[in-house]
């Protein structure tokens, strides 16, 4: 069976003052649904790097990025934003959740792109809020919540168009540490029970630990099992 996500050689450089700086180098990777791998890496590894190309909001150098079969990069902006929207799901180490919106508005935000969240939209929304543990929550704005509260949020939020794919880049990393261990479950329990593809970033021994996958960005490659 082909891979959901298919990474072949990748290269990504940026200038520097002093000549140019390769992040990644011939770096590859393959994964399907289903499957959860945790990055970890020094500082200035590349670690967003890698998850930025990976989620189509920066191109690689060189190589190749396949998704579901899909090259993003081959795709226009308009076709771009539309397969980023669908196909993967983003969470951040700070949440960016809008804070003048709701829980739930912001859960529906990814829904606008479609032209407007639907009733069942709103269904899905408020499903999944309760699947975070904040039933009663949907109505606070993110001001009102508390920091893990806030990540449940954003990771509802990262779920509601269903995407197969979804980034983490570092999604314990402002959390106290109880709060961190339940967001690292909810993460892993939703990964599991919708089959998605997850790949987080994470300085965090604790969080990776509790992955069935974690690799090491070692000189601008993914060396796996680290
Ligand atoms: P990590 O997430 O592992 O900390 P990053 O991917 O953020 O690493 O950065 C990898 C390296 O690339 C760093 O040396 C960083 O300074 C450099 N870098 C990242 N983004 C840019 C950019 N837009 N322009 C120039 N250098 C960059």
Same mark, same amino acid.
């Given at each position: 069976?082909?891979?959901?996500?298919?990474?072949? @050689? =990748?290269?990504?450089?940026? &200038?520097?003052? $002093? #000549?140019?700086?390769?992040? !990644?180098?011939? +770096?590859?990777?393959?994964? %399907?649904?289903?499957? @959860? =791998?945790?990055?970890?890496? &020094?500082?200035? $590894? #590349?670690?967003?790097?890698? !998850?930025?190309? +990976?989620?189509?909001?920066? %191109?690689?150098?060189?190589?190749?990025?396949?998704?579901?079969?899909?090259?993003?990069?081959?795709?226009?902006?308009?076709?771009?934003?539309?397969?980023?929207?669908?196909?993967?799901?983003?969470?951040?180490?700070?949440?960016?959740?809008?804070?003048?919106?709701?829980?739930?508005?912001?859960?529906?935000?990814?829904?606008?792109?479609?032209?407007?969240?639907?009733?069942?939209?709103?269904?899905?929304?408020?499903?999944?809020?309760?699947?975070?543990?904040?039933?009663?929550?949907?109505?606070?704005?993110?001001?009102?919540?508390?920091?893990?509260?806030?990540?449940?949020?954003?990771?509802?939020?990262?779920?509601?168009?269903?995407?197969?794919?979804?980034?983490?880049?570092?999604?314990?990393?402002?959390?106290?540490?109880?709060?961190?261990?339940?967001?690292?479950?909810?993460?892993?329990?939703?990964?599991?029970?919708?089959?998605?593809?997850?790949?987080?970033?994470?300085?965090?021994?604790?969080?990776?630990?509790?992955?069935?996958?974690?690799?090491?960005?070692?000189?601008?490659?993914?060396?796996?099992?680290?």
């Amino acid at each position: 069976m082909p891979s959901d996500l298919v990474v072949r @050689a =990748l290269r990504k450089e940026y &200038p520097h003052p $002093s #000549g140019t700086l390769v992040v !990644l180098d011939g +770096l590859s990777l393959a994964m %399907s649904r289903g499957e @959860a =791998l945790a990055v970890m890496g &020094p500082s200035g $590894s #590349g670690k967003s790097t890698l !998850l930025y190309i +990976l989620g189509s909001l920066e %191109s690689p150098t060189a190589g190749a990025v396949e998704i579901c079969g899909q090259d993003p990069f081959a795709l226009g902006p308009a076709g771009l934003a539309r397969f980023r929207n669908r196909s993967v799901g983003f969470v951040f180490q700070d949440h960016h959740l809008l804070p003048q919106c709701t829980s739930l508005e912001n859960v529906l935000v990814p829904t606008l792109a479609r032209g407007g969240a639907s009733p069942e939209d709103a269904v899905r929304a408020k499903d999944l809020l309760g699947r975070v543990g904040l039933a009663e929550r949907m109505d606070r704005l993110p001001s009102e919540l508390s920091g893990g509260e806030r990540q449940r949020v954003a990771i509802a939020r990262a779920l509601i168009n269903s995407p197969p794919v979804v980034l983490a880049d570092e999604p314990t990393g402002n959390l106290d540490r109880r709060s961190a261990r339940r967001v690292g479950s909810l993460l892993l329990e939703l990964q599991r029970e919708r089959d998605i593809l997850l790949i987080a970033v994470t300085h965090s021994v604790d969080l990776a630990a509790r992955f069935p996958e974690r690799a090491e960005l070692v000189d601008g490659r993914l060396e796996r099992g680290a």
